[in-house]
């Protein structure tokens, strides 16, 4: 194996340096005087003297650019340092600092900008919300530049800030690599400029708004999207306390004993039963990759499946999960507690998709391997990989023996408006028609495996959440977890 020319002479990586990345750039300020000494000269040529007007102009432009750099800071005297989160949820905006120290006092304008991840807002060097020069030494602050512009300011003093808001816009691990300075002062004639290299790892998360909404709630009630989702009043096996017996309770529980202390009527209150097992399937092949509503189908679906979890282990029941494609991608065992949840969310929160067909036999056949308790099966898919797939009503009718189970996919909006359309023409009605196909397709599906005793939910997306969670309440109510 040869190396290249670069990797074996160092020199051609100091030039590199030197002329690419740490060269010196002319002002605003120097093209002026260069445009305006070049109409000097043409105008000394047309008068005799243009040799002497070239050779003093251009001399006396010489020194004034040597005593500028002179003045400049050198810049190994520069230290600069990032403040970044560790950890952010997507489509949250949130701040980024960027610490400019010295190690004598300085007084330079100065220009920043920050290598973005590719799918961060701003990475096309555009500062989102704001960006400003936070001064040591001095209380005013320069206006903030605009979103197509190099954030620039006024340094004076040994320490300064620089900061701006970003956000990203999909989930996942991402690196912030170099920060590129320029600086200038004195005459004004030319900027020094330096790539620092500062990589440092931002993991972004699935927006857990949901999930937050849920543990914060109160323990009567749930609150997803800002929905309060009430609780029914259940019964089960598992005994809870004694209160006192109120018009429309069931005599076969009433507590004679517990009514006999106390000279009044009393009766068990129970609950279902804890511990149960929560098993969330997440499809990660290419029609999970769709984007809906400005979002693909698989963040929809991880967002609505992350709040289901934390609704389960809230229950006291515990959570397991399985991603595949084409095979099993991630797998975390049940366990229960909020301190699960945290790695549940760690475990997915950088999951892409496939540009493959899911095949649901391999990751059911894992689950049976490996999962050997009752546990209730949500799986989030799409419609359109459960209509063409033959493999999977077979494993669902061998493990729907044992194990309740619930298919859930997201409505397709575009197809629930040309079915309602009015068609104009034949290309219309044309359309409309295939639609209207599709989505008798859809509804025929759900039919049969209603009938086979597995339910199939295909909802709109911001509806999703509920109806899981919903759905998982309904079976918790009525004991059949």
């Given at each position: 194996m040869t190396k290249s020319s670069k990797t074996r002479w160092p020199l051609f990586r100091y030039l590199g340096k030197r002329l690419f990345q740490d060269f010196i750039v002319p002002t605003q300020r120097l093209i002026i005087l260069v445009s305006i000494g070049s109409l000097a000269i043409i105008l000394g040529y047309i008068l005799d003297i243009g040799l002497y007007v070239f050779w003093a102009y251009n001399c006396l432009l010489l020194l004034f650019s040597i005593v500028d750099l002179w003045l400049l800071p050198r810049r190994s005297e520069w230290s600069i340092e990032r403040l970044l989160p560790e950890r952010v949820d997507v489509r949250q905006q949130f701040e980024v600092q960027i610490l400019l120290t010295t190690r004598q006092p300085q007084f330079v304008r100065i220009e920043l900008m920050d290598d973005l991840p590719r799918s961060f807002a701003g990475s096309d060097r555009s500062y989102s919300v704001k960006s400003e020069l936070a001064l040591s030494d001095s209380s005013s602050l320069p206006s903030p530049p605009t979103s197509t512009s190099t954030p620039t300011g006024t340094f004076q003093g040994t320490n300064g800030t620089f900061s701006y808001v970003t956000r990203a816009e999909e989930r996942g691990l991402y690196t912030f690599k170099q920060v590129f300075f320029r600086y200038y002062g004195g005459l004004g004639l030319w900027k020094k400029q330096l790539r620092i290299e500062l990589p440092q790892e931002i993991r972004v998360f699935p927006d857990l708004s949901a999930v937050r909404g849920v543990l914060g709630s109160l323990q009567n009630a749930l609150i997803l999207d800002g929905n309060r989702v009430h609780r029914k009043i259940r019964s089960g096996s598992d005994f809870h306390y004694?209160?006192?017996?109120?018009?429309?309770?069931?005599?076969?529980?009433?507590?004679?004993?517990?009514?006999?202390?106390?000279?009044?009527?009393?009766?068990?209150?129970?609950?279902?039963?804890?511990?149960?097992?929560?098993?969330?399937?997440?499809?990660?092949?290419?029609?999970?990759g769709i984007e809906l509503d400005e979002q693909v189908k698989l963040d929809r679906c991880l967002e609505s499946a992350l709040a289901l979890a934390s609704v389960a282990l809230k229950q006291g029941d515990q959570v397991c999960l399985l991603a595949f494609s084409n095979r099993v991608k991630v797998y975390v065992p049940p366990g229960r507690g909020i301190a699960h949840l945290h790695t549940l969310t760690e475990a997915v929160y950088d999951l892409k998709f496939d540009f493959v067909e899911p095949i649901y036999s391999v990751a059911l056949a894992y689950l049976q391997r490996y999962l050997k308790k009752r546990s209730f099966i949500v799986l989030f898919s799409d419609m359109e990989s459960y209509l063409y797939d033959k493999g999977l009503l077979p494993y669902m009718q061998r493990l729907r023996r044992g194990n309740p189970a619930l298919l859930l996919s997201l409505g397709d909006p575009l197809l629930y408006d040309w079915v309602r359309i009015q068609a104009k023409d034949s290309h219309h009605a044309y359309i409309q028609s295939i639609a209207h196909q599709f989505t008798l397709d859809r509804l025929r599906y759900i039919h049969i495996m209603a009938g086979r005793g597995i339910p199939v939910l295909d909802v709109p997306a911001d509806q999703l959440t509920l109806s899981v969670v919903n759905a998982y309440l309904d079976l918790k109510a009525r004991d059949a977890l």
């Amino acid at each position: 194996m040869t190396k290249s020319s670069k990797t074996r002479w160092p020199l051609f990586r100091y030039l590199g340096k030197r002329l690419f990345q740490d060269f010196i750039v002319p002002t605003q300020r120097l093209i002026i005087l260069v445009s305006i000494g070049s109409l000097a000269i043409i105008l000394g040529y047309i008068l005799d003297i243009g040799l002497y007007v070239f050779w003093a102009y251009n001399c006396l432009l010489l020194l004034f650019s040597i005593v500028d750099l002179w003045l400049l800071p050198r810049r190994s005297e520069w230290s600069i340092e990032r403040l970044l989160p560790e950890r952010v949820d997507v489509r949250q905006q949130f701040e980024v600092q960027i610490l400019l120290t010295t190690r004598q006092p300085q007084f330079v304008r100065i220009e920043l900008m920050d290598d973005l991840p590719r799918s961060f807002a701003g990475s096309d060097r555009s500062y989102s919300v704001k960006s400003e020069l936070a001064l040591s030494d001095s209380s005013s602050l320069p206006s903030p530049p605009t979103s197509t512009s190099t954030p620039t300011g006024t340094f004076q003093g040994t320490n300064g800030t620089f900061s701006y808001v970003t956000r990203a816009e999909e989930r996942g691990l991402y690196t912030f690599k170099q920060v590129f300075f320029r600086y200038y002062g004195g005459l004004g004639l030319w900027k020094k400029q330096l790539r620092i290299e500062l990589p440092q790892e931002i993991r972004v998360f699935p927006d857990l708004s949901a999930v937050r909404g849920v543990l914060g709630s109160l323990q009567n009630a749930l609150i997803l999207d800002g929905n309060r989702v009430h609780r029914k009043i259940r019964s089960g096996s598992d005994f809870h306390y004694v209160r006192d017996y109120t018009e429309g309770d069931e005599p076969r529980y009433i507590n004679w004993k517990a009514s006999a202390r106390t000279a009044k009527l009393m009766t068990n209150e129970y609950r279902p039963e804890k511990g149960k097992i929560v098993t969330l399937l997440l499809d990660c092949g290419r029609m999970m990759g769709i984007e809906l509503d400005e979002q693909v189908k698989l963040d929809r679906c991880l967002e609505s499946a992350l709040a289901l979890a934390s609704v389960a282990l809230k229950q006291g029941d515990q959570v397991c999960l399985l991603a595949f494609s084409n095979r099993v991608k991630v797998y975390v065992p049940p366990g229960r507690g909020i301190a699960h949840l945290h790695t549940l969310t760690e475990a997915v929160y950088d999951l892409k998709f496939d540009f493959v067909e899911p095949i649901y036999s391999v990751a059911l056949a894992y689950l049976q391997r490996y999962l050997k308790k009752r546990s209730f099966i949500v799986l989030f898919s799409d419609m359109e990989s459960y209509l063409y797939d033959k493999g999977l009503l077979p494993y669902m009718q061998r493990l729907r023996r044992g194990n309740p189970a619930l298919l859930l996919s997201l409505g397709d909006p575009l197809l629930y408006d040309w079915v309602r359309i009015q068609a104009k023409d034949s290309h219309h009605a044309y359309i409309q028609s295939i639609a209207h196909q599709f989505t008798l397709d859809r509804l025929r599906y759900i039919h049969i495996m209603a009938g086979r005793g597995i339910p199939v939910l295909d909802v709109p997306a911001d509806q999703l959440t509920l109806s899981v969670v919903n759905a998982y309440l309904d079976l918790k109510a009525r004991d059949a977890l």
